[in-house]
């Protein structure tokens, strides 16, 4: 089978869904892979780089004569007019909320597979993009946080006195959250940190943050994500964290529900509380934001708070981000296909969890 990779035509997209490495791995198995023209350009990867390995570069046009389309982000509904009926299409496709998408997909009978949807069960930690795309989420956000805060953040000691070290408070203690307590505490910061799952706390202190505890309420996960916290936990969070939220130089909100719009975390009358100069990275930006006043995409000043509404962090880190996208496709890749062609195992419960349409039937709905 013949596997294309499409380049991204989102803005601000840096990362390409498959890297020269990877490409020899699919080789390997089977597959002829296609390029298409500077895909990997603004991930450091050349035309001649993928050349090297044994691709082929192609014009997008040509591209479209593949057996499997690979690519990050969510097609265009214009992307799917384009692709012959019959074909095998993979990325992220946030199926609960982009049912047009989905739909565009199964008219044209093309298998879908949305890795966004991959269950987080141990048998598929090697093929789930949203840890190891958050993984570096949680570092940026850290980088980005010190960049736009006013100061260091370890204690420093000078013959002019001594400097403290800045305090981080973090929300969430998911995949990016433990790599924002990790790369904070390297950098010499006081780290605490927020969950609602209890189970969380160990984690956090190895890592060497003091978690803040609710007492009295629990929410805990399923399915590898936190449940959405009811409004009796909410109120007993706010009063559990809002001394931590006063001192933070630097606040940063990991908190995500699939399919459904973040959380509040931080609402107005919690802002006021922050002091000036602090600084608040909400990675939930995108889907709703977890503060209340944040702007997708927009840096904005609220009562001399910078509230940063951080949009897809992991293109920051192109290089990385797409050899980790790449290794996840590959790893499912190595389930669903032998000798380089694709079948479908519907009793799999990995395939059950993330193929989306398959033969004209939509296999998983929003509800």
């Not at 601000?12 to 892979?33: D, Y």
């Not at 500077?38 to 570069?57: I, L, P």
């Not at 074909?87 to 739909?103: F, G, Q």
Request: proline share 3%; net charge negative.
């Amino acid at each position: 089978m013949k596997i294309a990779v499409f380049k991204e035509s989102r803005p601000g997209e840096n990362r390409v869904a498959i890297s020269p490495q990877v490409c020899t791995s699919l080789q390997k198995m089977g597959f002829e892979v296609w390029v298409e023209k500077d895909a990997g350009k603004n991930a450091h990867f050349t035309n001649e780089m993928y050349e090297q390995t044994g691709a082929t570069v192609k014009s997008a046009a040509d591209l479209l004569s593949a057996d499997v389309f690979v690519q990050i982000n969510v097609p265009t509904i214009e992307k799917i007019n384009e692709l012959p009926a019959g074909k095998i299409w993979i990325s992220s496709l946030n199926y609960r909320t982009n049912t047009d998408v989905i739909d565009a997909l199964n008219k044209k009978n093309i298998a879908a597979i949305s890795l966004d949807a991959i269950p987080r069960i141990s048998r598929a930690q090697s093929m789930d993009i949203l840890s190891s795309q958050a993984n570096l989420a949680g570092y940026r956000a850290v980088i980005e946080g010190a960049y736009h805060l006013d100061k260091i953040f370890p204690m420093l000691m000078t013959a002019a006195g001594t400097v403290t070290p800045s305090k981080v408070l973090i929300f969430g203690v998911g995949v990016a959250g433990l790599q924002a307590i990790a790369t904070a505490k390297r950098l010499g910061a006081v780290v605490e940190a927020t969950d609602v799952r209890p189970e969380t706390k160990e984690q956090v202190q190895s890592l060497g943050g003091k978690f803040i505890e609710v007492k009295g309420v629990e929410v805990g996960s399923e399915g590898g994500y936190a449940k959405e916290a009811s409004e009796e936990y909410r109120k007993a969070q706010r009063e559990a964290v809002n001394k931590s939220l006063a001192q933070a130089d630097l606040v940063i909100t990991t908190a995500l529900v699939p399919g459904r719009k973040a959380p509040v975390l931080i609402d107005d009358e919690q802002l006021s509380l922050m002091k000036t100069g602090s600084v608040l990275i909400d990675m939930a930006a995108e889907q709703g934001g977890n503060c209340t006043k944040t702007k997708t995409g927009e840096i904005i000043h609220v009562n001399g708070v910078k509230i940063v509404g951080s949009v897809n962090l992991p293109s920051a880190l192109s290089a990385n981000a797409s050899e980790l996208f790449a290794r996840n496709i590959w790893e499912l890749l190595k389930l669903m296909a032998t000798k380089g062609e694709v079948a479908f195992d519907m009793n799999d419960e990995i395939v059950q969890g993330c193929l989306v349409a398959h033969e004209g039937t939509i296999l998983l709905t929003s509800n």
